[in-house]
């Protein structure tokens, strides 16, 4: 979308005529829309529930509108400046996430449940505030590092030690115990949500621990903060974070890689290099494929999926499909009912957060309020309208993960944030945790990080060349 490094700008670069009072006033209205997320949404389960979200997104809301009216007032530039450090990508990216709000509040004309797509809407237009809060942010330095790796770093921190005391402690609502299996559930109420909210905030952490310009006590809080939620992570025996994290890392592995192919300067030696590394890439997808197949194939679950697809085949009956949620069966079979409620309104959906009543009619086995993969329930909800505005949106959000690393180093705070974004997002294609109000802030809080990370450094590594932290205008 566009150049993956950072760009001389055509004629000349000068720093923003900014009012005394601005930066003072990006600093405390991002730490706001963050604080508001922590503890009406962090603390509330998440805000996971219906009762609950129009506490976080009118919180939200709110620090966002007297946010935008003291920016007004106080600005010395033009409109026209306030995407201009933005990238394509960024653009795309914070677009898509406008445009798929806007129909989610829109959908409350046509939707099953009126009051609740209206409140996800908001909670959606919310995820704005965010990004700008994660903009603002990531260009105010704190002891030497950039803020945004900071907040994020300590609110992980805080967050895995407090679950790590409930868990240890057996209090019931930060336990919760599946077939004999203890599970930490972290303020959340669910275990994937802690396990999601880790992968948000562990490659900031691990930023810090590993970043050459942090002094050495800085560095060993931060690996020790590293443990913890790492220990928290596995606590919660959540597979599909585990595998998120898991993709992030090797689609930055397999970038450097290419990165560093390309630049071999002898060609055969280069295509050789090229062909090996096709080989292994190949052997590694077919080997994880085999070594995973026993517990997310089709028979995963004891049996097979053929009562749930209607081939009319023998196959599962309700009963043995069964209630939880944790079955890879069920998820399916949940999957293929959405698909099915999908097809019956094609276009514009049944409604935001409406899946509940949407796919009942052809559900098997037991109720859910979600598909635990964000690509069905957005067809469900919002068909292929929403489809495609989540499309561009998140398809932007990973460009601009892959645009940090190839634009940068393993040095840069851009690439660790990308891993941040593309691991919550590998996360919810088996998952619900994009639908936990605070943890869809949170990410969409990264991603306004890594948006304007290239055009805040001149070269690889932290902190930028100059010490120059702010933004400069392009003439």
């Known amino acids: 979308m566009s150049d993956l490094r950072p760009r001389a700008a055509a004629g000349r670069v ?20 963050v604080g508001v997320v922590v503890v009406l949404g962090v603390f ?30 106080l ?50 237009a919310g995820g704005v505030v965010a990004f700008q809060a994660g903009r603002r942010l990531r260009t105010t330095s704190w ?50 949500a802690l396990a999601s909210f880790v992968v948000l905030t562990l490659p900031a ?37 585990a595998l998120g994290l898991a993709c992030a890392a090797l689609l930055v592995v397999l970038l450097m890689t290419l990165q560093a192919i390309a630049s071999v300067g002898d060609v055969s030696h280069r295509r050789l290099l090229f062909g090996g590394f096709a080989v292994s890439v190949v052997v590694v997808v077919l080997a994880a494929g085999l070594l995973m197949w026993p517990d997310v194939g089709p028979t995963a679950s004891g049996g097979d999926v053929r009562h749930v697809t209607g081939t009319g085949q023998p196959g599962l009956a309700e009963a043995e499909i069964g209630q939880d949620m944790t079955t890879d069966l069920y998820r399916v079979g949940a999957w293929i009912a959405g ?60 460009i601009l993960a892959c645009q940090a690393v190839l634009g940068g180093s393993i040095r840069d705070p851009g690439v660790w944030l990308g891993m941040s974004v593309t691991a919550f997002l590998a996360h919810n294609l088996v998952d619900l945790t994009w639908y936990v109000p605070a943890l869809f802030c949170l990410f969409w809080f990264c991603v306004g990080g890594v948006a304007g990370w290239r055009f805040t450094h001149t070269g690889p590594g932290w902190p930028p060349k100059g010490g120059n932290h702010g933004e400069a205008r392009r003439r």
């Open 44 to 73: 509330r389960d998440g805000a996971i529930l219906p009762a609950e979200r129009p506490l976080l997104a009118s919180g939200v809301l709110a620090v966002g509108l007297v946010w935008s009216l003291l920016w007004l007032a």
């Open 339 to 398: 698909m099915r409620a999908a097809r019956e309104r094609p276009v514009y959906g049944w409604g935001m957060d409406t899946f509940y009543e949407a796919y009942g009619p052809f559900k098997a086995g037991g109720h859910t309020r979600f598909a635990h993969n964000v690509i069905v329930q957005h067809a469900v909800e919002l068909g292929l309208l929403g489809l495609a505005a989540f499309g561009v949106a998140s398809i932007a959000a990973v």
């Open 205 to 241: 952490t691990g930023w810090i621990a590993s970043c050459s310009n942090s002094g050495w006590l800085t560095r060993v809080v931060a690996a020790g903060g590293v443990a913890v939620e790492l220990w928290a992570l596995w606590l919660t025996y959540s597979r599909g974070a």
């Open 143 to 192: 002891f030497g590092l950039p803020a945004l790796t900071v907040v994020l770093s300590a609110l992980g921190a805080a967050v895995s030690w407090i679950s790590l005391v409930g868990y240890g402690l057996g209090w019931s609502q930060y336990v919760d115990t599946i077939e004999s299996v203890s599970h930490a559930l972290g303020p959340f109420g669910y275990a994937n």
């Open 75 to 124: 600005r010395r530039t033009p409109l026209a400046d306030l995407l201009s450090d933005l990238s394509t990508s960024g653009r795309f990216a914070l677009g898509g996430l406008a445009l798929l709000s806007a129909l989610a509040l829109l959908s409350a004309l046509w939707s099953l449940a009126p009051v609740r797509s209206l409140w996800m809407g908001l909670v959606y």
């Open 14 to 33: 000068r720093e923003r005529n900014t009012h005394p009072l601005m930066p003072l006033l990006q600093m405390c209205g991002a730490l706001a829309a």
